[in-house]
Each structure stands twice: as structure tokens, then as C-alpha cells.
């Protein structure tokens, strides 16, 4: 995937900006708390969120500060998300785990039990996120070059608007079955008009595309971890409508924030850093500031 929009969306991100500060009612276009995950979320109404697309600290692989490593209550934090995300509200949980005395850590498939069984979620899919190439070479296994995708939802999710880029190996040829004929009442066969494959059709659930690294060649990133633009804008436009709240409680750089303007949604985010909290909110100001003038 790349960063510019897939072929069948057409959309051109300023077309879809809302005209004012006031969408849906809401008087906010974007909030951006510093905080612990749990204590911001807490501060929410119930229902609040129609998405959140989100990626927490990866078991102990970085420390997100100067000081150290942050801590997070993943449990406490699953349950606030279900309770403020809407009634067919989706999250998806970007996550991967870690080796530890050479065998997985579980961590990510215990989260997604606990989302199910103790939060109240169904698991509406597993996606893939296929980078190009690993970031550590693995010993004695193949390299790693994915993460999860968890896409939960609270009941039956409310929308979804499937990205049409996958080209169609068979398009612009005869797609129908066999001789293509209907039995009718009376026992006549009637033939049907045959089916032409279209020239793209529906992504499947693994997506493969660029990290950021590979997205901003020759750039310092602000941030260690900061997901691929691509991936958070794919999710939103596939599991929120313009002018939904889009919320990343662990927001780090703000990519989630950033492509939901970006792309006619609202946003709510919250890092416990300061460090990027306070550069949160100056990127965010200035990506408002472009989507609503
Ligand atoms: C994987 S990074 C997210 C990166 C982000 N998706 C981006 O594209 O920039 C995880 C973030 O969680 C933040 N964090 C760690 N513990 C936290 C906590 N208890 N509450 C809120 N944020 C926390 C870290 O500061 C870090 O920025």
C-alpha cells in the first residue's frame, strides 16, 4: 500500500472536511490529552468513540521516554475502550510480540482473550500488516515481517467501506459459473446475462505496504514506533464515516490523529509522555488548522 489513496476510493482528503467546528452536535474537532491511557479515558462519556486505531507499547521493546520505560494497564485500558466506543464501534489494535528466551511472548493473543472474554468484544477479524522487510534478523527461525491487526468490535460493526484496490487477475473476463442458467417455476431453464470481472475488487485481509522508516526515506522520525501513514488511514476509511470520532490512546507521534483530520474525521488523543504530548498538539493545531480552512 502506499500513500496515496487507493485508485477505486477517489477521494481528495480536503473534499471532505467539515465546514465547521461543530460536527455531528460535537463541539471538537480534535482533543489531545497528556496522560495515562486509563486516567484519559475515564474522562470520557460511555459510547463516546466510533473508532479507535491505536498501537500500545509492544511488550518491553522500547522505552518511550528519555527516563525509561512507561507503564500501561492493558487490562484497565481494554475496558475503557469498550466502555466508550460506540454501539457497533470497532478498535483496531496494531500489536506484535516479542521473543523472550526464544519462544513468543503470547502477550498479543492474551490481550485478544481478554478483549472477548472479560471486555465483551467480538473479534470482527484478524488482519495482517506485511512489511517489506524485518527490522531484527531472527536466528534459527524466518524473519519477522508482520503484526497483528486486531479489528474488535462491539456487536455488529455499524460501517464498513471496503477498499476496492485489489486488481482482479481475471478482469474484463467471463466470471460466471458454468452454463449460467436459472431453473424456473415450470422447470424451464432460463440463461442468465454473464458476468464480466470487474477491473479491481475488495482488498483481502493482508495488507502489505511500507513502514514509516520506508515512508519517510531519509527523515528522523519523530518518534520510535510511529505507524506507517497508509496503515491508519486505510483503517479509518474502511471502519469510520466523515465526521466520526476517531480516538489513539497511545498516541505517540499522532499518525492516527493526523490521518482522521486529514480525512474529514474527528479526533481525540492521549500519550502519557510529555515529551510527545506536547509535540502532539502542536502537530495536531497545525493539521487542524489546514483541514478545516
Ligand atoms: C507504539 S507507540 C504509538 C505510536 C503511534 N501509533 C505513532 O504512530 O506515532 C506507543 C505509545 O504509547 C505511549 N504510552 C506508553 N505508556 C502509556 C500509557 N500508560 N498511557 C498512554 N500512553 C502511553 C508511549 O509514549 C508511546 O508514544
Known amino acids: 500500500m502506499s500513500d496515496s489513496l487507493p485508485p477505486s476510493l477517489g477521494l481528495k482528503p480536503n473534499s471532505l472536511l467539515p465546514a465547521s467546528l461543530m460536527v455531528s452536535g460535537v463541539p471538537y ?167 464480466v470481472v470487474s477491473e479491481f475488487g475488495m482488498r483481502h485481509n493482508i495488507w502489505k505496504g511500507n513502514t514509516r522508516g520506508q515512508e519517510e526515506m531519509c527523515q528522523k522520525l519523530k518518534h520510535p514506533a510511529m505507524m506507517p501513514k497508509w496503515l491508519a488511514r486505510d483503517l479509518i476509511l474502511s471502519f469510520s464515516d466523515v465526521g466520526d470520532l476517531v480516538a489513539d490512546c497511545f498516541a505517540g507521534s499522532g499518525t492516527t490523529g493526523i490521518q482522521a483530520l486529514k480525512y474529514g474525521r474527528r479526533s481525540w488523543l492521549c500519550d502519557k509522555s510529555s515529551e510527545y504530548s506536547k509535540s502532539l498538539r502542536t502537530t495536531i493545531q497545525s493539521h487542524e488548522t489546514l483541514s478545516l480552512y
Not at 96 to 104: F, I, L, M, R
Open 29 to 195: 474537532p480534535s482533543m489531545v490529552l497528556e496522560g495515562d491511557s486509563v486516567e484519559c479515558l475515564k474522562q470520557v462519556p460511555d459510547e463516546h468513540f466510533q473508532l479507535t486505531v491505536t498501537s500500545p507499547p509492544y511488550d518491553d521493546l522500547r522505552s518511550y521516554q528519555s527516563g525509561g520505560k512507561l507503564d500501561w494497564d492493558f487490562k484497565e485500558t481494554a475496558r475503557q475502550l469498550y466502555r466508550t466506543t460506540c454501539v457497533g464501534g470497532v478498535v483496531c489494535w496494531v500489536v506484535n510480540d516479542s521473543t523472550v528466551k526464544g519462544a513468543e511472548s503470547l502477550t498479543s493473543a492474551r490481550q485478544k482473550i481478554f478483549f472477548v472474554d472479560e471486555c465483551g468484544f467480538q473479534v470482527h477479524d484478524t488482519m495482517i500488516y506485511q512489511k517489506p522487510n524485518f527490522s531484527n534478523p531472527s536466528k534459527g527461525r524466518y524473519h519477522q515481517v508482520f503484526e497483528y491487526v486486531f479489528v474488535l468490535s462491539k456487536g455488529k460493526p455499524r460501517c464498513f467501506n471496503p477498499i476496492m484496490d485489489r486488481r482482479n487477475i481475471s478482469a474484463g473476463k467471463d466470471g460466471s459459473m458454468g452454463a449460467n442458467t436459472c431453473t424456473q417455476s415450470d422447470g424451464s431453464k432460463v440463461v442468465r446475462k454473464r458476468r
